[in-house]
């Protein structure tokens, strides 16, 4: 059998050594990554077969469909060729898996491999990619992207991120199934409709005098709940209530810091904020705290759910971003928010990469459609915290959180080697509800894409200079996955692609 291992190193530092000297009762090792999509995807191996991978700096062969392939699992024809994927494990990034003391973490490169395709590429997608020393592709791993500009911050600003994250979840006594809870009003006939088609409606009494009008029949869409809910002590007693302790208890028995947890908008759900960490630990924290979320409640008997928008009658759920600059000036503060803001509608394509993303916004109370900012004001879709602290609101959990902050960072940093002026004013409202003079009066003038096929003509029109920093290998790939996926996503049909979205996320 042909053998994972790509080179062997008697001298090179065994990290997986280490770590299982404090974790002696760890039996299992669960490679994970995150494919284009934000699909999270895990190989397990046993002790014995982790142990041989590190010991000889092996990497593991994969399906071709590990990192890109369409919802219902079928190979995306633009790219499919013969070969297989291949992943190195970061043994830096180990850790045990929440409060199972059997089970470790470990996050992956992407290496990928040489595409070969019928159709026309751009030639930097044709070409190998040799990974950097110990991490992945630089065109085709999105965590080596991350790494890649977090390097480049340091090394031309002196720059340094800490990066937090609020993950907003339902508790769910099921399964979600968009489907079942969701049901479509074309689909529903109100309860008296049938027989009151052919009934003769009387117009007088017996009086002879006219009667009211008769009541509309009963409306098929759901009424919105519009109870509040944020952070009642009633919704944290009982069953959920333990359920999202040791939720919080699992995440820092796996180093992963929490700041608070409190009751959301809404019955059953909830928010977890995560504390600041480094840039790379935190998107590899908040992948894992997802996971380890999910086993939590399962555990309990109930269902977390990620998913956007999972009811129609409720309050969405987003994936907060919060990202802190340090070690500039506040002139280069404000250049990096005024970089942030001009790309803000490119950098909605990463935050917001699925159809079912684009109901979070304007009709909800938290995330504007404008590209706008404002001082602790939520209604924006960038709230500053300090003048050095922002929380992107135009994130959720369908996202590679990879990109989305290599891709954010990297518009910061454009706007400081750019000097670009802030011509946004500091929103003192809700750009969603201002009339047209209030938002040219704050300088908002532009809209975040509202659907798909937006994103796609922003991806299309150009990376805003995205590929100077970033390379344009992975953001040219990232664009040609997601054009052949919104053809599939088409002719699937909307139902279709929530059902298979509420299965992963």
């Not at 500039?328 to 993303?357: H, I, Q």
């Amino acid at each position: 059998m042909e053998s994972d291992v790509a080179s062997q190193d008697d001298n090179v530092q065994n990290p997986l050594q280490e770590f299982l000297l404090y974790n002696q009762n760890v039996k299992f090792i669960e490679c994970i990554w995150v494919d284009y999509f934000g699909i999270t995807r895990v190989r397990k191996f046993t002790l014995a077969r982790a142990a041989e991978l590190s010991n000889t700096r092996g990497y593991i062969t994969l399906n071709p469909s590990s990192m890109a392939c369409h919802l219902d699992g079928a190979p995306i024809q633009e790219i499919s060729s013969p070969g297989a994927d291949r992943m190195r494990p970061d043994w830096t990034s180990l850790r045990v898996i929440g409060n199972d003391p059997t089970r470790a973490a470990v996050m992956c490169w992407y290496i990928g491999k040489e595409i070969v395709s019928r159709n026309a590429l751009p030639a930097g997608l044709l070409q190998p990619q040799a990974p950097y020393e110990d991490e992945g592709a630089p065109a085709r791993c999105p965590r080596t992207a991350l790494r890649r500009i977090l390097r480049l911050s340091h090394q031309a600003h002196g720059a340094h991120f800490q990066v937090g994250f609020e993950l907003e979840f339902y508790l769910l006594d099921e399964p979600y199934d968009p489907v079942k809870h969701n049901p479509d009003p074309d689909d529903i006939e109100p309860p008296a409709a049938a027989a009151a088609s052919d009934a003769v409606v009387p117009t007088t009494n017996n009086d002879n005098k006219p009667l009211p009008p008769p009541p509309p029949p009963p409306s098929t869409q759901p009424q919105r709940d519009r109870k509040t809910y944020w952070a009642t002590a009633s919704s944290l007693r009982g069953k959920h209530g333990d359920v999202v302790e040791a939720c919080v208890d699992a995440l820092e028995e796996c180093g992963i810091p929490v700041d608070h947890f409190q009751a959301q908008k809404c019955t059953q759900q909830f928010k977890i904020s995560l504390g600041p960490q480094e840039a790379m630990r935190a998107a590899d924290s908040v992948i894992l705290a997802t996971e380890i979320i999910k086993r939590v409640a399962l555990k309990h008997g109930l269902y977390a759910t990620f998913f956007p928008t999972p009811f129609s009658n409720k309050p969405s759920s987003g994936l907060h971003t919060h990202i802190s600059i340090h070690g500039v000036s506040s002139s280069a503060c404000s250049a990096y928010l005024a970089g942030t803001l001009f790309r803000l509608p490119l950098l909605a394509v990463f935050g917001m990469p699925n159809e079912v993303s684009f109901t979070r916004l304007g009709g909800a109370p938290d995330v504007s459609e404008w590209v706008s900012w404002g001082t602790e004001n939520r209604n924006a879709a960038i709230r500053q915290i300090r003048p050095n602290h922002w929380e992107l609101r135009i994130v959720d959990a369908t996202a590679n959180i990879y990109l989305v902050l290599a891709t954010c960072i990297g518009a910061g940093l454009l706007g400081i080697k750019d000097k670009t002026p802030l011509l946004w004013e500091d929103c003192k409202g809700n750009p969603s509800t201002m009339d047209a003079f209030q938002r040219i009066e704050s300088g908002i003038n532009t809209l975040l894409p509202d659907g798909l096929g937006v994103s796609l003509k922003i991806l299309n029109s150009g990376f805003m200079g995205l590929d100077k920093v970033l390379g344009e290998g992975i953001l040219g790939f990232y664009r040609l996955l997601r054009k052949a996926d919104k053809h599939r996503q088409d002719q699937m049909g909307g139902r279709e692609v929530e059902v298979f979205l509420a299965k992963e996320f």
